[in-house]
């Protein structure tokens, strides 16, 4: 297991940007995707972008191309997620997720992610 702590959430205006940022403890980072989601009231979990265990492939849902971008600093065990030109449809709850089978390329589903951070509220007021 894996333990994962979000940060950067807040509220922010439409337009507005910003950095979400996971870090990791436990088992080995380097060897994990990591991936993020969002859960807005009401919803289902939805896919917001994901990056494999070396950083060579990303993945964003249809919504997110454009305006999201996901990176990893294996050195620090932490996953980011750089939101720009924010919107009020992106409200939710942001949750990290580490993938639970190891060197894995992607692309993946909710399925294949097995630790779950507490996540953190992103607001974005219109």
């Known amino acids: 297991q894996v333990q994962l702590v979000e940060s950067g959430g807040g509220l922010v205006q439409t337009g507005g940007s910003l950095r979400l940022s996971c870090a990791a403890s436990?088992?080995?980072?380097?060897?994990?995707?990591m991936g993020w989601f969002r859960q807005a009231p009401g919803k289902e979990r939805e896919f917001v972008s994901a990056?494999?265990?070396?950083?060579?492939?990303?993945y964003y849902g249809d919504s997110m191309k454009g305006r999201f971008t996901i990176s990893r600093a294996n050195a620090k065990s932490t996953v980011y997620l750089h939101m720009n030109n924010l919107k009020p449809e992106d409200t939710a709850v942001y949750y990290c997720?580490?993938?639970?089978?190891?060197?894995?390329?992607?692309?993946?589903?909710?399925?294949?992610?097995?630790?779950w951070g507490q996540g953190t509220q992103v607001t974005v007021s219109s």
């Open positions: 997720a580490a993938a639970s089978s190891r060197f894995t390329t992607g692309p993946w589903g909710l399925a294949d992610f097995g630790s």
């Open positions: 436990g088992r080995t980072f380097s060897d994990s995707a």
């Open positions: 990056i494999s265990w070396s950083g060579g492939n990303r």
